[in-house]
């Protein structure tokens, strides 16, 4: 098959000087689209890597693609991760992964969660906040946890995002507002043990438990190649207890409407309820492990990076009704 990668990478960002820190994190690394390509060559395919933007269209078009592997976060707009999709359906070319409406759900963690509280899919109270002069009154039990909207990698989320009153709340809602212009999520801190699940075509794939020593995951710790941050899969649970993890991580899969990989970011309270914080339709394929939680959970699960490739792209050729050659 002739499969575009499409993908935005941070060399590549329109990075300009009044950009926060951390702004383009989210972006992939060139090792990241090169060990992508690889997998897809060995597989047989003819690939090419694509800027996930409008100027490349033309080229695109020139290379007739029979499928996109998509891992394009977009640049701009709180609709950034849907755009690619929109175009591609535009052009009528087949893609992996989230169309317009998965991508518009998930990017926007509290119209996620306002998905799940209506389908019954357990998630922490929230409040939705502009700035740190009009916060919304509200009924939730400190501690609360303050993080964008709209953004992935941990962005704006710093070793205070845990705030224990009304005064550390304002303040933490205005310096996520210096880093990123955003709607912000408040939502109260579910603590307890923190789950990362990912889903690789129907496959929910071996729970992976993030262990870090502020408690959560910040976008520090994701950036630092040296961080103290361990992952530990499959996750020490009850065969009960990941049962349930994992109906639940399908069950937000589905109401999100995400198609061919997808991972979720999950905790567990004192009493051993989970709860759904957010997902992310398009995970991170960084080829090391320690990097990347589906991948170091793939690993667990006996498969190579090239696997993983293969199973996504067999995901997207089945509901498109592509013949893989």
């Given at each position: 098959m002739n499969i575009a990668v499409l993908a935005n990478l941070k060399e590549d960002a329109p990075v300009n000087k009044e950009d926060p820190p951390g702004r383009w994190d989210d972006l992939d690394d060139r090792g990241t689209v090169d060990a992508i390509?690889?997998?897809?060559?060995?597989?047989?395919?003819?690939?090419?890597?694509?800027?996930?933007?409008?100027?490349?269209?033309?080229?695109?078009?020139?290379?007739?693609?029979?499928?996109?592997?998509?891992?394009?976060?977009?640049?701009y707009g709180d609709s950034r991760e849907a755009q690619m999709p929109a175009i591609l359906d535009s052009l009528r070319i087949p893609y992996t992964c989230a169309g317009v409406l998965g991508m518009s759900l998930s990017h926007n963690k509290a119209v996620?969660?306002?998905?799940?509280?209506?389908?019954?899919?357990?998630?922490?109270?929230?409040?939705?906040?502009?700035?740190?002069?009009?916060?919304?009154?509200?009924?939730?039990?400190?501690?609360?946890f303050v993080k964008p909207a709209v953004e992935g990698s941990s962005i704006g989320?710093?070793?205070?995002?845990?705030?224990?009153?009304?005064?550390?709340?304002?303040?933490?809602?205005?310096?996520?507002?210096?880093?990123?212009?955003?709607?912000?999520?408040v939502e109260e801190f579910v603590a307890g043990r923190e789950f990362t699940i990912g889903i690789l075509g129907n496959e929910v794939l071996p729970i992976v438990e993030i262990i870090s020593p502020t408690g959560f995951y910040s976008n520090s710790q994701k950036e630092d190649l040296n961080s103290q941050v361990r992952r530990?899969?499959?996750?020490?649970?009850?065969?009960?207890?990941?049962?349930?993890?994992?109906?639940?991580?399908?069950?937000?899969?589905?109401?999100?409407?995400?198609?061919?990989?997808?991972?979720m970011d999950m905790r567990m309270d004192a009493a051993g309820k989970p709860y759904v914080l957010e997902v992310n339709p398009i995970p991170l394929m960084d080829p090391d492990p320690n990097q990347a939680s589906l991948i170091f959970a793939a690993v667990t699960a006996g498969y190579t990076y090239r696997d993983v490739v293969r199973k996504i792209i067999e995901s997207a050729a089945h509901r498109w009704n592509l013949t893989l050659n």
């Open positions: 390509l690889l997998a897809l060559h060995e597989l047989g395919h003819n690939a090419q890597y694509f800027p996930a933007t409008l100027d490349s269209i033309n080229d695109l078009r020139k290379f007739a693609p029979d499928l996109c592997f998509n891992s394009s976060e977009g640049h996620a969660k306002k998905m799940f509280r209506d389908t019954h899919i357990p998630t922490a109270n929230f409040v939705v906040v502009r700035d740190g002069i009009n916060i919304p009154s509200h009924t939730m039990k400190y501690p609360l989320i710093n070793d205070a995002a845990i705030v224990y009153n009304e005064e550390e709340l304002v303040r933490q809602v205005k310096y996520v507002r210096s880093i990123i212009d955003s709607l912000i999520l530990i899969s499959p996750a020490p649970l009850s065969k009960k207890d990941a049962v349930a993890f994992q109906a639940l991580a399908r069950r937000a899969m589905n109401v999100l409407h995400l198609y061919d990989v997808c991972r």
